[in-house]
Structures are given as structure tokens and as C-alpha cells.
């Protein structure tokens, strides 16, 4: 049963386009160096943390941006809820320029780079609450 978990959790590129109305936001996602770029990240996020609601995934993927005192953001969290005894959270801070695999990226391409670059800090997280059999 836990290798028919294991991939559960993975995001592929038709599981962020089943949903039509993120499909139509990505299709317009611009470059890194696009004001909107936080946004777009928070789209990505979002829709990683609809799936993975829907699946009932073990260890819920939380994303969240990190700021200075002025309100810049400068990186942003990715986070897994561990659930038991009590309630945990590990983190995992991804440089603002790394939120993306592509800086160069655009449109739907953007949104791949983005879900990529989330994933793979998840990932990390999950594989240590994994580890320490927290989730």
C-alpha cells in the first residue's frame, strides 16, 4: 500500500490544467521579472493545495511568501503539515528567483516551471517528514 502512495502526492502537467480557470490564468503568466510574478506563484500554489485537498494527501502542501519589515518578499515557504499527537509544520525557504525553474519561462510554460520549483522544495520536506515518520 505505501508504494501506491508514494506518488500520490506528484503533480503532473494535466492534473494543472484539468482545472479550466487556472488553465486560462496560466496561459497568460509572464517572465520572472513580471510585477505579477508573486502572483503567479500563488496560483501555482493554490492549485498544488486544491489537488492535493481533493486526493486527500497525507501531509498538506502550505505555501506562503516571506517578507522584510518594509512588506518586500524576498523568499517563499514551502511547507508540510504533519498531523499526529500534535501538529507540526516543516519548511523549506526557496529564494524568490529560485520559485521558478525558468526565469525566462512564459504562459504555460511559466506555470510548469513554477509548479517544478514548489514540487521539488515539497518534496524535500515531505521525504524528511517521511524519514522521521511524521506523516
Request: glycine residues 8%; negative net charge; aromatic residues 10%.
Amino acid at each position: 500500500m505505501a508504494a501506491a502512495l508514494s506518488n500520490h502526492w506528484e503533480i503532473s502537467n494535466d492534473d494543472l490544467v484539468a482545472d479550466g480557470e487556472f488553465a486560462e490564468i496560466a496561459a497568460g503568466f509572464e517572465d520572472y521579472d513580471d510585477p505579477d510574478f508573486e502572483y503567479q506563484v500563488q496560483q501555482v500554489a493554490d492549485r498544488i493545495f486544491k489537488i492535493h485537498l481533493d486526493r486527500g494527501v497525507r501531509g498538506e502542501f502550505i505555501f506562503g511568501f516571506d517578507s522584510n519589515a518594509e512588506g518586500e518578499i524576498s523568499a517563499g515557504e514551502v511547507s508540510i503539515a504533519c498531523t499526529g499527537e500534535f501538529s507540526m509544520y516543516l519548511m523549506h525557504n526557496i529564494d524568490l528567483k529560485h520559485l521558478t525553474d525558468d526565469r525566462a519561462a512564459t504562459g504555460w510554460d511559466q506555470a510548469v516551471a513554477i509548479r517544478d520549483a514548489l514540487m521539488n522544495g515539497y518534496a524535500m520536506v515531505r521525504a524528511l517528514a517521511l524519514k522521521k515518520e511524521l506523516i
